[in-house]
Structure formats: C-alpha cells, structure tokens
C-alpha cells in the first residue's frame, strides 16, 4: 500500500516505522518540508518525504498525525483527499491532557468527515501511546489492540489489515460515530498512563473478542 503520513512528530515516525518494516511505501509530509526530509532520513527503511499535496495524489491512504485542531488545515493543503482512505488517530484534548474538547453528540472523526465529505476517514490507533509504537505495537508484552472505526466498509477493512499486518490485533468497532466511545477510551488510557502512574506500556482491549 502506498501510504501517506502527515506529520513528523512521535505517532507519524512510530507509524511510518512499522508500515515501512511490513512493506509499505511510506511518505512523511510537514509543513516544513526540509524538516519532513531530515525526518524521513532518520527513520531510514526506505521513507521518502514530500509536501502535502504530492504526497496525497499518490497516496492510497494518508494518516493524520498531526494534532486534531490542525486536521483542516493540513486536509486543505492536500487538496481535499476526495477518495482516499483518511486515518484519524487524533484525540481532541484539552491543553492540559485532563479532558477532550468535543464529544457525546460527534467527535473528531466525525467532524474531519465532515470536512473531507469525499473521503473515506476510518478512526484508528488513536488508543495506542507513540511508545508503543516504538516497542513494534507492543504493550505488556502483547500485541496492542488498534480499534477500527468507519462508515466505509471496505476502508475499514483494510485498514485492520493495515494494523494486523504491521504487528497489532484489531478490533472491528463500527461506523465512524463509535469515535465517540473510542476518543474518551484514548482519554481514560492518558489518565491511567500519566495521571496514575502506570506509565506508557500500556493499552486498552477488550476482553473476549479474538
Ligand atoms: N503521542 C501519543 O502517544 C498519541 C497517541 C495516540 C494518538 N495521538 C494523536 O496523534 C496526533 C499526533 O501526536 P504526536 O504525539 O505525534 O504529536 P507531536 O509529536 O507533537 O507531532 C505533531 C505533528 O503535527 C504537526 N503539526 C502541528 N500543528 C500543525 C499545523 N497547524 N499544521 C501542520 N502540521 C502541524 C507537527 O509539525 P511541526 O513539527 O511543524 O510543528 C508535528 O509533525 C495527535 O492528534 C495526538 O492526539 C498521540
């Protein structure tokens, strides 16, 4: 799959990692293109670096790794993703970590629905710390769990093979509105990490489902 990462911070280099170990072709973008390229550089395993919008035509599906109150910005810079599959693993959380911005009646996904109305936008990762990440998708030792939430069947689907094939297990969670119980669940995850001193070496999953 050919796989745009939009972002260069601690999700976008622990994604664009693992999709690029499991053999994807994977592209990082930035507003500041030299940053993008000193990072691709990095991170080595063949990532390539390119501006917003090139990176998008070519791109089968983009990730947004950016944080949730730049997903407009960087959705208009692309040119709209008429089409693509958009990953959403944005939390919308305050300043402080303590609590999200929006939720009950949308959430972030939704809302990046909304302007993206073409694409096809699938809530993911958005549970798993970027320490995971940089741990192959472990957590406690296991794979950790990526819950996969979309109104479009088919980009749902692949994207749990994404996941699963990059190390995670996954778990079917629905149409886009269930971002609503997953966003609050990504904010219980911080209070557990952080505010009750379990550290990052952990994730949520769901008990009972394969
Ligand atoms: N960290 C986690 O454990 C974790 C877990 C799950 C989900 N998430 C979500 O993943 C997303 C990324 O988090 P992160 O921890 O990777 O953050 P990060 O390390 O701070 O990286 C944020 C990235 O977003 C870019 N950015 C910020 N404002 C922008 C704007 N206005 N226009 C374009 N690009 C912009 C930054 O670019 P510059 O370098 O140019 O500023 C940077 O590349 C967030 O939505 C977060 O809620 C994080």
């Known amino acids: 799959m050919n796989i745009s990462i939009f972002g260069t911070g601690n999700m976008a280099s622990g994604l664009a990692v693992l999709f690029a170990k499991a053999g ?9 293109e030299a940053k ?23 791109a089968e599906a983009v990730v947004l790794a950016v944080p949730y109150e730049a997903a407009a910005e960087v959705i208009k810079a692309a040119g709209g993703l008429e089409g693509k599959i958009v990953i959403d ?6 300043a402080d970590f ?11 996904a939704e809302e990046i629905q909304k302007n993206a109305p ?16 940089q741990n192959e998708g472990k957590a406690g030792g296991q794979p950790a769990t990526v819950f996969v939430a979309s109104d ?3 980009a749902r689907n692949a994207v749990a093979n994404l996941a699963r094939n990059a190390g995670f297990k996954s778990v079917d969670a629905g149409g886009l509105a269930s971002a609503r119980y997953l966003e609050p669940v990504a904010g219980f995850n911080i ?9 990052t070496d952990i994730a949520p999953t769901w008990q009972g489902i394969a």
Request: proline content about 1%.
């Open 24 to 32: 994807h072709a994977v592209t990082v973008s930035s507003r500041d």
């Open 36 to 58: 993008a390229q000193a990072v691709a550089a990095e991170l080595g395993n063949g990532i390539s670096a390119a501006s917003f919008i090139d990176a998008a035509g070519a």
């Open 89 to 94: 693993i944005t939390n919308p959380l305050s």
């Open 98 to 108: 303590s609590g999200l911005t929006i939720g009950h009646s949308t959430s972030a």
């Open 118 to 133: 073409a694409a096809k936008v699938v809530k993911a990762f958005n549970t798993v710390f970027a320490s995971v990440l």
């Open 152 to 154: 479009d069947e088919n």
């Open 191 to 199: 209070a557990l990490g952080y505010g009750l001193g379990h550290g």
